[in-house]
């Protein structure tokens, strides 16, 4: 918000900033950052916050540019109100329905990018449940139990499914159509 509000030479640097890191790839990013870090969900997590936040600030600084040339805001401006008060009271709220929307959509990639890294071992380790690390355990029992793998696997298609649901559903009653 700070970067697309005040422009100039602070948006250009944070912006470069974030055209460094959304041209890697998210998921080998987020393998190498989990791998340096050490097997743990706590360090997945980590790693998911490191190779998503590119996509929130891109959407917020897009947001912003668009709101702070509206009239409202210039008015705030014109009448003296502080460039903190803009952004907390007037900017933020434009944000916050794009953001939120995105977090839904995102959710199913998110849950995706866990369960892949657990499936690899670098995610939640015994005894936490986690369906990426069931599917690795169930791999050696897949043609005498196919249920081991199949169950997880369902549900992680089936929670992915209502993550994009209610994205798209979202999407649709705030009427956002640049995402």
Same mark, same amino acid.
């Given at each position: 918000?700070?970067?697309?509000?005040?422009? *100039?030479?602070?948006?250009?640097? @944070? %912006?470069?900033?974030?055209? *460094?890191?959304?041209?890697?790839?998210? &998921?080998?990013?987020?393998?190498?950052?989990?791998?340096?870090?050490?097997?743990?969900?706590?360090?997945?997590?980590?790693?998911?916050?490191?190779?998503?936040?590119?996509?929130?600030?891109?959407?917020?600084?897009?947001?912003?540019?668009?709101?702070?040339?509206?009239?409202?805001?210039?008015?705030? #401006?014109?009448?003296?109100?502080?460039?903190? #008060?803009?952004?907390?009271?007037?900017?933020?709220?434009?944000?916050?329905? +794009?953001?939120?929307?995105?977090?839904?959509?995102?959710? *199913?990639?998110?849950?995706?990018? @866990?369960? $892949?890294?657990?499936?690899?071992? !670098?995610?939640?380790?015994?005894?936490?449940?986690?369906?990426?690390?069931?599917?690795?355990?169930?791999?050696?029992? &897949? +043609?005498?139990?196919?249920?081991? %793998?199949?169950?997880? *696997?369902? %549900? @992680?298609?089936?929670?992915?499914? $209502?993550?994009?649901?209610?994205?798209?559903?979202?999407?649709? $009653?705030?009427?956002?159509?640049? !995402?």
């Amino acid at each position: 918000m700070i970067s697309a509000y005040a422009g *100039g030479k602070i948006d250009t640097v @944070i %912006m470069r900033i974030v055209d *460094g890191f959304a041209i890697l790839p998210d &998921f080998i990013l987020a393998i190498v950052i989990a791998g340096l870090l050490g097997p743990s969900l706590q360090n997945v997590l980590i790693a998911i916050v490191a190779v998503k936040w590119v996509q929130y600030a891109r959407l917020t600084r897009g947001t912003i540019l668009s709101e702070k040339q509206k009239e409202y805001i210039l008015s705030a #401006r014109s009448i003296g109100c502080r460039h903190v #008060r803009v952004l907390w009271k007037h900017l933020l709220p434009a944000v916050v329905p +794009q953001t939120i929307t995105l977090a839904s959509l995102d959710m *199913g990639k998110i849950i995706l990018i @866990i369960a $892949s890294l657990s499936y690899l071992g !670098l995610g939640a380790q015994p005894p936490i449940p986690e369906w990426g690390a069931m599917l690795n355990d169930a791999r050696p029992y &897949f +043609q005498t139990e196919p249920l081991l %793998m199949i169950i997880p *696997g369902t %549900m @992680i298609f089936l929670t992915v499914l $209502s993550f994009n649901l209610i994205g798209d559903g979202l999407r649709e $009653s705030l009427k956002i159509n640049s !995402l």
